[in-house]
């Protein structure tokens, strides 16, 4: 039989890979990712502050998957053939073909919009350049390093945080957002402690004001319809996701979004659509939360189908947010209800991503090392 095909190795593909390598007879499965790492992104801010490791966050396919059957390909897709039944995907300079039984799409998302000459905080790549570039303000001999970030939503937050404590004295962090409040989906107690802990870093907060130009020397802001000029050493992008625009492209897209049914398939029943590309309907948040419930309900359905056991439609169940605020600390709203913050909260927070870990191995690692840590 043709193989199962999944397309990237993020929190919907490679859990769904995952799962089905545990169901019984299941044909060969195929995971194809542009990167020879996973990326654990809820914990790339902590790469920023020496918190996390590389090799706990973004673990090598090869070394994940050593033990299972899933067969790994690094390529970047181009083109979904939904008719034939095959993805193309370009390899070491090579255009290849590969048709399959069923189809798994969960590319992520991407950061819209972005003006030149400001950087990105999704991938390792960009945690790297922003490290990059902090070092080397770090260590010129200016006294302030001023930081704007565009964007007031858990990932703005969660970086100006970790970028005060990391600059200390020296840093200047700005959050700058359009909207009239920081976190606007947040449960309110997280917002709340946000709050305090950006008060307490002295991080400056623009509501109801635009980033409407990034120059060489700074940005400029738009507020009440007046542009001010503010220079600045860094400008980070965190407004938005959007789907990369060969997913949109597709006849399975309805120009934005994959469109899925109750079972997460598209309008071609044998491919199914996960994560931060697939529009569900009632609306589901970007979360790698409901892109790893879907996954296991795909892997589930992939399973029924070959079986030819009725399908189970998805149910998301919001387990609650957990946001990281600083060295150190974090607040957690479980269930979105119940607050647990400060340390107790950043080991909660680090204790719950230890289990969210792909593989058993991993997690093992993992634990094993911060036991170690604690003991010095
Ligand atoms: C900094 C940051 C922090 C976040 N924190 C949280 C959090 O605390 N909690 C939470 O629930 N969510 C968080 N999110 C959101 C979460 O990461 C996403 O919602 C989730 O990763 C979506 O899962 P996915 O499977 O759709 O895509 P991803 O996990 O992004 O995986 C997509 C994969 O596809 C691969 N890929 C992309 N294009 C191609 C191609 N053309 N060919 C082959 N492979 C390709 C990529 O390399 C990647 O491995 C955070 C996101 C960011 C950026």
Known sequence: MKPIVIVGGGFGGLYTALSLARLPAVPPIVLIDRNDRFLFTPLLYELLTGEVEEW????????????????????????????????????????????????????????????GGALTFRT????????????????????RIRVVIAGGGTSGVELACKLADRLGERGRIRIVDRNDRLMARSPAINRRLALRELEERSVWIDLRTSVVAVKAEGVSLQVNGHTEDLPTDIVLWTVGTAVPSWVQELPISNGHKIPVNAYLQCSAPEVFALGDISQFS??????????????????????????GYPLLPFTYVPLGEMVSLGTDRAAAALFNRFPVNGNLGYWLRRLVYVGRMPTLNHQLRIFVHYLSTLNR
């Open 124 to 143: 390792l790549g960009d945690c790297y350049r922003l490290d990059s570039k902090l070092r080397e303000l770090e260590n010129s001999d200016r006294d």
């Open 282 to 307: 009632p609306p589901l948040p970007a979360t790698a939360q409901v892109a790893i419930q879907q996954a296991q309900y795909c892997a589930w359905n992939i399973f029924h189908l070959l079986r």
């Open 56 to 115: 706990e966050i973004a673990p090598r396919f090869r070394d994940l998957l050593a033990d299972t059957p899933i067969e790994f390909r690094l390529g970047n897709v181009t083109q979904v053939d939904v008719e034939g039944k095959y993805v193309q995907m370009v390899s070491e300079g090579m255009i290849t073909q590969l048709e399959y039984s069923y189809l798994v799409l969960a590319v992520g998302g991407v950061t819209p919009n972005v003006p």
